[in-house]
């Protein structure tokens, strides 16, 4: 009689269990997201503890659950080394069933933990790196770049600067492959648009003195010095630009700032610079509104990778529920075919290499005296609509050619 | 340098060695894969052979480089480099990089070791630089991004070593071959005139012995292996970074070598398993891992400066 | 050409000048202990953390901070001394090594959970604010400053150690302490006044630093591996080498900035590599 009973009940766990299977298919019964940002490094303010925030707001604002299996964020430092954030990403994969690998900021680790991730068929969701090589040769099928990339960057600021008169370049840059790539796209936009390149000077990376760089900027006779470089390299090439008594008769242009440099140059130092960004905190009300939440939290105002993290984060649980499942195959397609139109982005488009392609902002640096209150930084002066800011897919790319 | 120090008794030159602590280390090998992740258990055997190759240098004979993280780099970029170029096997893939590691050592060591101390490690930390911008410059290595997404390839065109299992026994083969190696140097007539050199460098060339030949021959050996090593941890990850060919490096492998026990045979794979444990687990910490790893360095240096092995053995022959 | 030369000729005699202010403690804490400090990045790290932090929070401006970080940090290094390094000195010097990197990666992680990596700006202060143009480049005020400064600290110090009664006895601490000790000197508490007062330099010139460069946590790794070679180009444990070193590694920097500006970081290794093959002891140094 008991065994009978037990068979029964038995039973019936399985066609529960079967029933659950035909309506949401999610792989180990969990929603697994592995934020693998810089927790220490170079890029830890822009991105770093900030990302995990922003990803735990997703899936709190999801409800903590998608196709009623609960949202899990885990997090892991990979301190920039390519090395170590492959050996995470194999980890997450293989033991610990993460699902999809967020933020990524810079260009080495998101390059090495991609082919890891198409290989066991795992979604990376790319915000914080930007190398065009990500949609071009070195694309997958299974990832997505989300926020920005150099070329975005460049067309941004290069072609506005042009515009406004700036039409002889010269630049530092960092030499490492994300620096050498911002340059080589900056000319690009830069010549396409009417200027020319006086020539250029690649600093090692990192370095913390530049006056020797841009004294050679500046016999150059350059008007604008591009910065081809991130975070601290930046941060000092603008201190020391001050200093040296450059910047009032050449300008600069930082090819990637954030919001987190801006806001440790302090406004007198950085007044002025002209910048492209996916996100600015104070655009408009609703960017405000979740600014004000993650800044609750974090005790200071997102960047553009941190709010990418979050809204890259819910275009991917709402992708799971539209598809019925965590299939990667199923949610990229999915990813694809909806556009995203959120406080983060207007017409956002995943296209086939894993661009998401969306507007962005030129913005101009406030003066000490047009800032009216803490995190006042931006003016936004543009609006670049996608098909400005970004490239068509490129052919290098295997996928876009299916 | 290191022949000041009396706390240096390397266990390994008793005959009171301890040959259980070899049965333990091989049957935890085996067992290994199935308790803990393999690709972290393969990791922990490159860089213990790395580190036991570094302890034949710095504790049995002295010579403390700084520059260690040339070889494995190096190694490692060769390797897959030939991998992907010229599709070459496995095997020789890993012997060219373990011969351009060699190659490497005999060349840092003819010029390095007529200094010694403060000065030899010097020298050693700026021809690894010059590596390491070597590396950097060239055009095939792909700057901060490395080499990333080489086939694992198979072994002897057999046995597939993409799956995790097959590569860890491979790799845990490999180690066991390079410690042995290791273990028959310092117990051949050429580890023993290592060691007396180390003790007291002019009676050794009092006795007749071309002091520099003995040196450069172990610089040579712990190169090589180090380059083995290299070979084999960028083949795990199928990738070759910037990460093993810079300083950063060669100051862990002194740290794992310190930590487990230096001049004990046994002392740097332990060394290597507790610091990739700790960099690996508490990788979500941030940057309290660097602070950690500080007060370890500490309580090591001011407490515990035999290395965990060297204590346990002191314990060992004190109670018996 | 000639005038961007001379401009970079400048530009490298300035950072010279700073390499040399910079590796002047760690050459008196090499040369009178025989330890090596690796510490010292991050102790000028702490000076001009210290120099913000007191702007920031107490309103303290440069010049007072010119005088109190140094003795604040200075302070810390004594009781590290006093704590920890002393029990070290007769063991071999790779232990003092380790010791001081292990408290380099507590300091500069500590600082990196407190304060965020990108760090803070530290303003010029007013009285050395702006420059004067030289024809071939802009001279700002604040780098002149910064030579002068260098330059008179490091020659005092040279003063002090080679030529005074004070400098004899350290000098005698190091060769033979247990004599000196006979001769009624307290030999610990001399040692550990001379690792504080080298600890205060670093932090002396993290205070020069600030204004220039951010104010960062990890400000003093990037700088340690050279602060090294420079010590060992000069000699370990001489003053005057290190001094000599200092300024000539700047200069040559300089020029490789302007000829080939990505070897820059590594030129610095070749030269030293080159030195202690051709020159065992350093370009000042007694071999021992």
Same mark, same amino acid.
């Given at each position: 009689m008991r065994t009978t009973f037990r068979n029964i009940a038995f039973g019936g766990v399985l066609i529960l269990a079967g029933a659950a299977a035909a309506v949401a298919q999610v792989s180990d019964d969990v929603v697994k997201i592995g934020v693998l940002?810089?927790?220490?490094?170079?890029y830890s303010d822009l991105a770093g503890p900030g990302s995990i925030i922003a990803a735990q707001m997703a899936a709190e604002d999801f409800g903590g659950k998608v196709l009623g299996k609960p949202i899990v964020i885990v997090s892991a430092d990979h301190q920039n080394k390519a090395d170590v954030a492959s050996s995470v990403a194999r980890k997450w994969f293989d033991?610990?069933?993460?699902d999809a690998i967020a933020d990524l900021v810079s260009s080495s680790t998101a390059l090495a933990v991609m082919p890891v991730a198409a290989e066991k068929k795992r979604i990376t969701l790319l915000s914080g790196p930007g190398s065009s090589a990500i949609e071009r040769?070195?694309?997958?099928?299974?990832n997505v770049h989300y926020t920005y990339n150099t070329y975005s960057m460049a067309a941004g600021t290069g072609r506005a600067v042009v515009q406004r008169g700036g039409k002889s370049w010269f630049f530092i840059t960092a030499d490492y492959v994300f620096g050498k790539s911002l340059e080589a796209d900056t000319s690009k936009v830069v010549i396409a648009s009417g200027g020319k390149i006086l020539g250029e000077v690649k600093a090692p990376f990192?370095?913390?003195?530049?006056s020797s760089y841009l004294l050679q900027a500046q016999s150059s006779g350059a008007k604008i010095i591009g910065l081809a470089n991130a975070g601290a390299d930046t941060i000092n090439a603008i201190k020391q630009a001050n200093e040296f008594g450059i910047t009032p008769k050449q300008s600069l242009a930082g090819l990637l700032v954030f919001l987190s440099d801006v806001h440790s140059l302090g406004l007198p130092t950085a007044k002025g610079m002209y910048l492209t960004t996916?996100?600015?905190?104070?655009?408009n009300e609703e960017s405000r509104k979740w600014s004000k939440r993650f800044f609750e939290r974090h005790k200071k105002m997102p960047t553009m990778v941190q709010a990418g993290v979050y809204s890259e984060l819910m275009h991917y649980f709402r992708a799971i529920q539209a598809a019925g499942t965590d299939n990667s195959d199923k949610v990229m397609a999915k990813m694809r075919e909806t556009p995203i139109n959120d406080f983060f982005t207007k017409n956002g488009h995943i296209g086939a290499d894993g661009l998401n392609r969306h507007e962005m902002y030129l913005a101009q640096v406030k003066t000490p005296a047009e800032?009216?209150?803490?995190?006042?930084?931006?003016?936004?002066l543009k609006t670049i609509p996608a098909a400005e800011a970004f490239e068509p897919p490129d052919p290098s790319c295997p996928q876009v050619k299916k | 340098m290191i022949a000041t120090e009396p706390a240096f008794v390397p266990a390994g030159s008793r005959r009171s060695g301890i040959p259980w602590g070899y049965a333990v280390m091989v049957a935890v090998g085996l067992a290994a894969p199935f308790l803990v992740y393999p690709v972290f258990a393969m990791n922990v055997l490159c860089l213990a052979l790395f580190a036991s190759a570094f302890n034949l240098l710095?504790?049995? =004979?002295g010579l403390l480089s700084f520059g260690h993280a040339a070889f494995l780099g190096a190694a490692g970029y060769v390797t897959l480099e030939t991998i992907r170029?010229?599709?070459?096997?496995v095997e020789l893939a890993i012997l060219v990089g373990t011969v351009v590691a060699a190659l490497l050592g005999m060349l840092f060591g003819v010029l390095a070791i007529r200094r010694s101390g403060i000065y030899f490690a010097m020298i050693t930390l700026g021809f690894a630089q010059v590596v390491y911008f070597l590396v950097l410059q060239?055009?095939?290595?792909?700057?901060?991004?490395?080499?990333?997404?080489v086939a694992r390839g198979k072994l002897l065109g057999?046995? =597939?070593?993409?799956?995790n299992l097959a590569m860890y026994y491979f790799v845990y083969a490999v180690f066991l071959a390079g410690f042995w190696i290791i273990h028959r140097t310092i117990h051949s007539p050429f580890g023993h005139v290592l060691r007396a050199i180390r003790e007291n460098e002019p009676r050794a060339i009092s006795l007749g012995y071309d002091v520099d030949r003995y040196k450069l021959l172990a610089f040579v050996i712990s190169a090589a292996l180090s380059g083995l090593a290299g070979s084999m941890k960028a083949l795990v990850f199928q990738s070759a970074t910037l990460t093993d060919v810079h300083w950063h490096r060669s100051g862990a492998v002194v740290l794992m070598t310190l930590l487990g026990g230096m001049?004990?045979?046994m002392g740097p794979s332990v060394g290597a398993l507790l610091v990739t444990a700790l960099e690996n687990y508490l990788a979500s910490y941030g940057s309290w891992v660097a602070v950690l790893t500080g007060c370890v360095f500490i309580i090591c240096v001011l407490a515990?400066?035999?290395g965990i092995v060297g204590e346990l053995g002191a314990l060992v022959r004190r109670s018996f | 050409m000639i005038q961007a030369l001379s401009g970079q000729l400048l530009v490298g005699l300035i950072n010279g000048s700073f390499y040399a202010l910079l590796s002047l403690g760690l050459a008196i804490i090499f040369g009178l202990?025989?330890?090596?400090?690796?510490?010292h990045g991050a102790q000028y790290m702490l000076g001009a953390f210290v120099a913000w932090m007191a702007l920031q929070?107490?309103?303290?401006n440069y010049w007072w901070a010119l005088i109190l970080a140094p003795l604040a940090v200075g302070a810390l290094g004594l009781g590290f001394e006093w704590l920890?390094?002393?029990?070290?000195?007769?063991?071999?010097p790779l232990y003092g090594l380790l010791l001081t990197f292990g408290v380099a990666l507590v300091l500069e992680g500590s600082f990196q959970n407190a304060f965020g990596i990108s760090g803070n700006s530290y303003p010029v202060p007013g009285l050395l604010q702006g420059g004067t143009n030289l024809g071939f480049m802009y001279l700002p005020r604040y780098r002149v400053w910064v030579v002068l400064v260098s330059v008179a600290v490091c020659f005092a110090n040279w003063l002090m150690i080679e030529k005074t009664r004070l400098g004899s006895y350290l000098r005698a601490g190091t060769e033979n302490p247990a004599l000196l000790q006979a001769f009624g000197v307290n030999v610990p508490l001399m040692r550990g006044l001379t690792y504080g007062y080298g600890v205060g330099l670093a932090a002396f010139a993290g205070v020069m630093a600030a204004p220039i460069y951010q104010?960062?946590?990890l400000m003093g790794s990037s700088v340690i591996m050279v602060l090294f070679a420079v010590v060992v180009i000069g000699g370990m444990g001489s003053i005057a080498g290190s001094i000599v070193t200092g300024l000539g590694l700047g200069l040559i920097e300089g020029l490789t900035k302007f000829?080939?500006?990505?070897?820059s970081d590594v030129v610095v290794f070749v030269v030293m590599a080159l030195v202690l093959l051709l020159r065992p002891a350093g370009l000042f140094g007694r071999q021992r």
């Open positions: 940002t810089d927790m220490t490094g170079a033991e610990e069933h993460v040769d070195k694309c997958t099928a299974y990192p370095t913390t003195d530049f996916a996100f600015y905190w104070d655009r800032s009216k209150y803490p995190w006042d930084y931006y003016k936004i | 710095l504790g049995y =004979s170029r010229w599709g070459l096997p060239m055009p095939w290595t792909g700057g901060e991004d490395g080499l990333q997404g057999i046995v =597939s070593l993409q799956g001049g004990t045979p515990f400066r035999r | 202990l025989d330890v090596v400090n690796f510490a929070y107490l309103g303290i920890m390094l002393r029990h070290l000195y007769r063991l071999d104010v960062t946590p000829l080939y500006a990505p070897a």
